[in-house]
């Protein structure tokens, strides 16, 4: 670990990346402000992304629709379209690494870069040439905050600190350059509470060991953060907002899993399988695709007044055959009345063994039939590669073309084309 005495790391935030999208593909939103919301009909849900004229006006992500309607009148609401965005998210990378080579992409609408000897010495002509290659050759409607500092725990909060003027007479496309000669001057008042990594629970506990502020948080000793996080997480960041380059573990796969609130037409038991078994399909696709088993499935419900959820163990597997089975096996022990109301879906594989480690259960001895299965997914799996669309299924398939089951867009994924077959 080493403390960099120059600017080396580029935050990179794309503003209200939803609706910039929808703006530059639909002409007439342009200038308007837009709120992007999960579905088209939905009505007790919150808007997802806002664009800068929706911002201005005081609308806000995760705010209600009804009170993003109320703060701002004359709002545009569509639904997302999470396959336009994926495109455009690849489109605007490969503009990117024509400018300077992209070192993480941390989420659909975020990525970050390491600076070179030459970009270190012009850090503010490094962000103009990258905007004017989006402008160039994207459009002017989707725009992008910059922060630049010491490190990317540093640059993050500069890019986040950048997307404002001082005045919040502007929202979007901005900059913030924190020199590590600078520091922590620019960092002093920031609450603790906006720091990635500090969450609602982690303030208050920081409160009750007496750090109410930044101040409190850098003249603490690092080995206080520690036992407050109750793991080296905090020690990490201590380093981070004291301006060393601190590289965290890289994360380890642990599961594979979609969830889905279902519109008012899927709310019934059969319909609500239906979707169940579209989702788990999907998640099992991606599991294959990337060399992962699973021996463990877990159904989520969410009903009126009440939720319900289980697990069950699996013998190790990957084909749709196994955890579609499993699926059922869980369905029938949630025991729902005919007319029940189902809000909302959610199935996880977990427990995952790499492809070139599973184990066989000799109790079980159920390799040869496994192996059929595995034979059948795979022939599945390949005939919708060959066609880029889903022609074979286990079951029906109640997917249709540009449906977004099972492609959602979340913070820690970029779905696939394949994700919306």
């Known amino acids: 670990m080493r403390r960099p005495t120059e600017i080396e790391r580029l935050y990179l935030d794309f503003d209200g990346f939803f609706a910039s999208v929808e703006q530059q593909v639909r002409p007439r939103l342009r200038g308007r402000p837009v709120a992007v919301i999960p579905f088209a009909g939905a009505v007790n849900s919150c808007v997802i992304a806002v664009s800068r004229e929706a911002k201005m006006a005081g609308v806000k992500s995760v705010m209600s629709i009804a009170d993003a309607r109320a703060a701002c009148p004359g709002l545009v609401i569509v639904p997302q379209s999470p396959d336009l965005y994926r495109r455009a998210h690849n489109a605007l990378l490969a503009e990117i690494s024509a400018v300077i080579r992209i070192d993480a992409v941390k989420s659909i609408d975020e990525l970050t870069c390491r600076l070179d000897d030459d970009d270190r010495r012009d850090p503010a002509d490094l962000a103009r040439r990258i905007k004017d290659r989006i402008r160039s050759e994207i459009g002017v409607w989707i725009t992008c905050s910059m922060g630049m500092a010491a490190n990317r725990q540093l640059a993050k909060m500069a890019c986040k600190v950048g997307k404002w003027a001082p005045d919040r007479s502007r929202y979007g496309d901005g900059l913030a350059i924190w020199a590590p000669s600078e520091m922590p001057a620019p960092i002093l008042g920031i609450p603790l509470a906006d720091v990635p990594g500090v969450g609602r629970r982690m303030s208050v506990r920081l409160a009750m060991a007496g750090i109410v502020d930044m ?13 407050i996080w109750r793991n080296v997480t905090g020690e990490r960041l201590w380093y981070a907002l004291h301006g060393w380059d601190v590289q965290a573990e890289p994360s380890q796969r642990g599961m594979y899993g979609h969830a889905r609130v279902l519109a008012p037409e899927f709310r019934r038991p059969e319909a609500a399988l239906t979707t169940a078994r579209l989702l788990l399909t999907k998640a099992a696709r991606r599991m294959r695709r990337d060399g992962w088993y699973a021996s ?31 699926l059922q096996h869980l369905w029938a022990r949630a025991r729902l009345p005919p007319r029940a109301t189902v809000f909302r879906v959610g199935v996880t594989l977990f427990d995952l063994s790499p492809a070139d480690a599973r184990q066989l259960d000799f109790l079980r001895d159920d390799d040869g039939m496994r192996r059929r299965w595995e034979a059948v997914t795979d022939a599945i799996d390949g005939l919708n590669a060959r066609y880029g669309r889903t022609v074979a299924s286990l079951g029906t398939w109640p997917g249709r073309a540009g449906d977004m089951a099972g492609g959602k867009i979340s913070y820690t994924r970029i779905p696939a084309a394949e994700d919306y077959w």
């Not at 101040?215 to 036992?227: I, S, V």
């Not at 499935?297 to 579609?324: H, M, N």
């Open 296 to 326: 463990g499935l877990s159904l989520y419900l969410a009903l009126v007044g009440r939720s319900w959820s289980e697990a069950v163990e699996l013998p190790i597997v990957r084909d749709d055959q196994a955890v579609l089975e499993a």
């Open 215 to 227: 101040a409190d948080f850098l003249a603490a000793p690092p080995r206080q953060m520690r036992a």
